[in-house]
């Protein structure tokens, strides 16, 4: 039996658990009552006269006041007659000033509620969209291709209750064929009902969703284990042994240079290099996991971690946005790896890059991932480009960066990871010996298969999937108000709208309608229970100090989206930010805290 597998993650501890946010809807609007006049039809015809105390106190004064004249009171009819006697000592001209009261304190209430619901509808009205950062396109604009945008745009609904039964059962009907998958052992239960949790409240339990999922071990799982997990989900439940020869050191590993190995880069602090397990799980996750046979019945995979957060409502079909946008991989975060955990990686790409250039896309945009070691600073601005046919620079002095895409969060398709070129790559890169002699992750693996063997409009950043594991977590933005930035001066449309509002505070009608027209260029807002984090403060945090690697001039979120991106203050100075004891990555125009919904972005304008 091999020992229990440790999983990659920066921190052994798991993430505080957060409070949830629950966003609740008012609705209101003011109800006013009614009255209606009563006639005196059906109540006699004989003329009554009322006696009051006021005409017995007359009388008594004066015997001279003369009666009601007759055709008067004929006129009045014996409307009066069926009130009580307590209330008949009111006269007509006290019941209308009572009368009138009471309109005047109803009226004033309506109109201050009424008042009140303008300024309500003003307010909501200026709830903040959201517009995902989109990457830089290198390859030519192609009007076929799906717009992500504006599918985000049609599809986003807060509540599910919004959409009628009949429409929704039509949706649960042509679910893409999907699941959650995650590698877990029985120990870990409670970790993994607190992650289940988190993603059924946030995304699954909706009734147009209910994916299932999938469970895999290298042992049987227990009783419990089961139990608690299908508690935790109305989907359906599978649990998988892995494969003995998916599980299990291959035949052509030298096991003593493996033992060796594994004891020195443990020694020298490559994490969890020392474990066995450890090496198996890399290895299945970079590319077996695609192969088993209960994900052959699926399309997509949602990897899930146990002991993570998931921290922001996710109001779409994550699986069909993938399918109807032609995505084929998903991630939410681009970090620096830790590079004496693959000292042969990049060596062995690049052979199998001479080797089998036609599988190379020919949209592929892998620039993010080079640099250029002997330049003076010893990093590159991702311009450099795998092409040996391109005189303008050596391919062979062209490093890899060690960016990745951090995948204990990602969504894929697993068409392309069954692929012949993912699993040529994989096949390799296997029997080069370096999942064992070194520690191949899966998450650089994943990262230059994709990198080389997709378009760039075929992955996809999920900036507002709040998610955390470890040390390493994002929160997309989520202001509760459009904030009018200097950017919004680049877009005519929204700065004519924004003239027109501030022509006169009598024009109120302006504001709002500006902002309707202005919020259909976002996303509905998100609800987070998170503080919102700067897009690239994750950059090094599985790096650790005393690893002297090279390491680019951008952060690797940054590299990726690149564009406006990339751009830094005017009197930014990096020697004056490292003396101020910072590490010399920041002074850049965009933070990524901003929602943004004004501007679409570079890469979102036509080539």
């Known amino acids: 039996m091999p020992a229990a597998y440790h999983r990659h993650s920066a921190s052994t501890s798991s993430a505080a658990t957060g409070p949830g946010v629950h966003v609740a809807r008012q609705s209101g609007g003011s109800h006013l009552p009614a009255w209606s006049a009563s006639g005196n039809e059906g109540l006699g015809v004989n003329p009554v006269r009322i006696t009051t105390p006021e005409d017995d106190f007359s009388n008594a004064a004066s015997t001279t006041t003369p009666l009601l004249d007759e055709s008067y009171v004929k006129q009045q009819g014996s409307g009066w007659a069926f009130l009580a006697r307590r209330v008949r000592r ?59 945008l504006q599918w985000l745009r049609q599809n986003t609904v807060s509540n599910i209750d919004e959409i009628p039964e ?149 109001n779409y079909d994550v699986f069909r946005f993938m399918r109807d946008n032609d995505m084929a991989y998903g991630f939410n975060m681009a970090i620096l790896d830790d590079a004496r955990s693959f000292p042969s990686l990049w060596g062995r790409t690049k052979t199998f890059i001479k080797n089998n250039k036609e599988m190379i896309h020919e949209d592929a945009d892998y620039d993010w991932l080079l640099q250029n070691p002997v330049e003076d600073d010893g990093v590159s601005d991702g311009s450099q480009r795998v092409d040996e046919d391109d005189s303008n620079h050596d391919f062979d002095h062209l490093e890899y960066n060690n960016c990745q895409f951090y995948s204990n969060f990602e969504v894929g398709s697993l068409a392309f990871f069954r692929s012949e070129e993912h699993r040529a790559y994989f096949d390799h890169l296997d029997r080069t010996g370096g999942f064992y002699y070194e520690r191949f992750g899966d998450a650089p693996i994943h990262t230059l298969s994709v990198s080389l063997f997709l378009p ?67 996303i509905p807002g998100l609800a987070c229970g998170c503080t919102v984090s700067a897009i690239d403060h994750n950059n090094a945090k599985l790096v650790p100090f005393e690893s002297k690697q090279h390491k680019p001039e951008h952060p690797c979120i940054r590299l990726y989206l690149g564009g406006k991106w990339l751009e830094k203050q005017a009197d930014w100075d990096r020697e004056a930010e490292i003396a101020a004891g910072r590490d010399g990555s920041g002074g850049y125009l965009l933070d990524g805290l901003e929602s943004n919904p004004f501007v679409r972005s570079h890469s979102d304008e036509p080539k």
């Open 90 to 148: 009111f006269s007509l001209r006290k019941f209308f000033v009572f009368l009138c009261m009471v309109f005047v304190l109803f009226g004033s209430a309506w109109m201050i509620r009424r008042d009140h619901a303008k300024r309500m509808a003003r307010e909501a009205a200026t709830i903040d969209m959201y517009l995902p950062p989109i990457a830089q396109l290198s390859g030519p604009a192609d009007s076929a291709r799906p717009d992500p």
């Open 166 to 314: 009949q429409y929704q059962q039509s949706l649960l009907e042509t679910r893409p064929k999907a699941a959650f998958i995650a590698l877990v052992r029985n120990s870990e239960v409670e970790e993994m009902v607190y992650s289940m949790a988190q993603l059924e409240a946030r995304f699954n339990n909706r009734l147009t969703h209910h994916y299932d999922w999938v469970f895999f071990n290298d042992e049987e799982f227990s009783e419990e284990f089961m139990s608690s997990v299908s508690n935790a989900t109305n989907s359906q439940c599978y649990f998988e042994i892995i494969p003995v020869e998916h599980w299990s050191i291959p035949s052509w590993i030298d096991t003593t240079r493996f033992d060796v190995g594994r004891q020195f880069m443990g020694s020298i602090g490559v994490g969890k290099a020392w474990l066995q397990s450890y090496h198996h799980m890399c290895r299945w996750n970079a590319g077996l996991f695609a192969l088993e046979k209960r994900l052959a019945h699926y399309e997509f995979f949602w990897r899930v971690e146990p002991g993570v957060d998931f921290s922001c409502n996710i």
């Open 456 to 522: 760039k409009s075929r992955i996809w950043y999920f900036r507002d999937i709040g998610y955390a594991h470890g040390l390493c977590e994002q929160c997309p933005p989520h202001q509760f108000r459009l904030t009018i930035d200097s950017e919004t001066q680049q877009n005519p449309h929204a700065r004519a709208l924004v003239i027109n509002v501030s022509l006169s505070d009598k024009h109120r009608r302006w504001e709002v309608m500006s902002q309707d027209v202005i919020r259909q260029g976002g």
